[in-house]
């Protein structure tokens, strides 16, 4: 099916004077795309706008002008609000998890109960990772109802917000990143984009350009609405009754331990892991994709954040399942864990950079540590969208991107 332009609901001027298209309609237009119109032009030799070819309408649209993000500023600063109920939850957090960890150090731990926090440890990260994060925020690629329910229960498992939620604060953050409008803004220091930014209230572009996200896709799925409506319910029992009560029953685990070990200590270790990609992963590494951006390749990261350490290259090419260049599932558990559902066909429409694509950006706006860099004029001219897309879906998805898209383990619609 083609796709069919959609008009432009409102326009929402910013603050800072940027204009963004609500994208509530817009999500039509990408969403009916995403299977038929990218096969023709998987190997389209078009310099695409993530070559560093961006559009006169893509500038338009999102009044985007030269910027470059390493110098930007936090202007209209607002305050920081502590909201210290969270505050308090932190501590006990992490007075707990502190505990849970003597309890594993001095070996009153039984070997069963660490396995077992261990397995929930692992369902946290792919349920952020491949759940959360590359399947709903991002929308590279799709799965079949049995896998959206393992992905959703997982990412239950994780106690990170619930979907919906999750999805808003990444998707806001893809488009604004680095900026007031940004979550976790990483010019705000390691400790606000790590943890602080849970510790005080929204500055108020985060809430009113969150409102501008579109969320349709989100809202129309009754696995993310049921979990967003019983979020309270499913966590406690899932993140913190069932961790703590099956090595007490079980296999006759002191119950104490089972919840400093199982639950706290394994929680705060996954919240941790996952913070990374937002603090360090935003300060520390190379940037071969793009120089003008913050966000940096983090191998550290990548490891204990199952493979979302790849995050310049992640945020030039937020669509694609891998989100990273590197192969063979260097430090990527996430990509192998979604090509294990491909190949048992219930994870399909897997969206990828081709090589050549990915080289050419490389060469137009990368910092020259990429092995295949080769430095050209045209790197000077280079100018970067404030309003990026978050994903595949996302309206300022230029239409030369999705043409050069692969879609692997395509499957038709039902
Ligand atoms: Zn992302
Ligand atoms: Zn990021």
């Not at 996200?213 to 129309?220: C, F, G, K, P, Y």
Request: aromatic residues 16%.
């Amino acid at each position: 099916m083609a796709p069919a332009p959609t008009s432009t609901k409102t326009l929402t001027t910013t603050g800072n004077g940027t204009v963004m298209k609500t994208t509530e309609e817009s999500f039509k237009l990408t969403s009916t795309s995403n299977g038929s119109a990218l096969s023709n032009g998987l190997n389209s030799p078009l310099v695409t706008s993530s070559n560093g070819k961006v559009s006169e309408s893509l500038r338009e649209k999102t009044g985007s002008k030269t910027d470059n993000s390493k110098s930007k500023r936090i202007e209209d600063e607002e305050p920081l609000k502590l909201v210290w109920r969270n505050v308090f939850l932190f501590i006990y957090l992490h007075t707990a998890a502190f505990y849970g960890a003597y309890l594993w150090l001095s070996g009153q731990v039984m070997w069963q109960t660490f396995l077992w926090g261990f397995l929930f440890y692992c369902m946290s990260g792919f349920g952020i990772t491949g759940g959360a994060h590359r399947y709903w925020a991002h929308r590279a690629f799709k799965a079949n109802t049995p896998l959206r329910l393992i992905l959703a229960f997982m990412q239950t498992v994780a106690f990170q917000n619930s979907i919906h939620e999750w999805c808003r604060d990444h998707r806001v953050h893809h488009k604004f990143t680095e900026s007031n409008a940004d979550p976790h803004d990483a010019r705000r220091g390691f400790i606000f984009a790590h943890i602080g930014w849970l510790m005080c209230r929204k500055h108020k572009d985060v809430k009113e350009k969150g409102k501008c996200i579109d969320m349709s896709d989100l809202e129309a799925d009754p696995i993310v609405m049921f979990q967003k409506n019983y979020y309270v319910p499913l966590v406690l029992t899932i993140s913190f009754f069932i961790p703590t009560l099956v090595p007490w029953l079980f296999w006759g685990e002191n119950f104490i331990t089972a919840w400093f070990f199982a639950a706290q200590f394994r929680y705060c270790i996954t919240l941790h892991m996952t913070w990374l990609v937002n603090s360090a992963a935003h300060m520390w590494g190379l940037r071969p994709y793009d120089k003008t951006i913050n966000p940096a390749e983090n191998k550290s990261v990548a490891f204990w954040a199952f493979g979302e350490g790849w995050h310049n290259y992640h945020h030039v090419f937020p669509w694609d399942y891998k989100t990273a260049e590197v192969g063979q599932y260097r430090y990527n558990f996430t990509a192998a864990f979604i090509d294990f559902f491909a190949w048992l066909g219930w994870a399909y429409d897997l969206k990828s950079v081709p090589k050549n694509i990915v080289l050419q950006r490389v060469c137009r706006t990368g910092d020259g540590s990429h092995a295949n860099h080769v430095h050209t004029e045209s790197e000077k001219e280079f100018e970067h969208p404030e309003a990026g897309p978050w994903g595949w879906g996302d309206a300022d998805i230029p239409p030369e991107d999705i043409a050069v898209t692969e879609i692997l383990y395509s499957q038709k619609e039902e």
